[in-house]
């Protein structure tokens, strides 16, 4: 059974960390992944799987709302510049959004990783 306190836990220190990295070179998205990930597999217990599938969804979660308010903020943007500023910030929302999809399965992907050694360590 999923612990959704865990997963949205573990998202939201992702979320945060995600900001911070973005005005910390050294931090970094992947740092934001490992910890939301590790801490949602933590808070999740349950042992290697339970930790791998809370931290994938914490993982997962954080980048694709990430990608959806990314491509929603280009593509309002672009409307200050008229119709065809609206219409190509659009395509360029839509091609943010397909890339923000590929790195949050990346970000999934080492999330679920970092959540099975919290899930192991949880117990």
Do not use: C, K, N
Not at 20 to 33: F, M, S
Not at 78 to 94: N, R
């Amino acid at each position: 059974m999923t612990d959704w306190r865990a997963v949205l836990i573990g998202f939201l220190l992702a979320f945060a960390i995600s900001v911070v990295g973005l005005a910390l070179p050294g931090l970094g998205q992947l740092t934001a992944g490992l910890v939301g990930g590790f801490v949602a597999g933590y808070l999740a217990g349950g042992g290697l799987a339970s930790g791998f599938w809370h931290g994938l969804l914490a993982g997962a979660l954080g980048g694709i709302v990430g990608g959806i308010l990314l491509a929603v903020l280009v593509t309002v943007a672009g409307f200050a510049f008229g119709p065809a500023g609206g219409l190509l910030s659009g395509l360029a929302g839509a091609g943010i959004l397909v890339v923000a999809i590929l790195v949050a399965v990346v970000m999934a992907a080492e999330s679920a990783l970092a959540g099975a050694i919290g899930g192991v360590l949880g117990d």
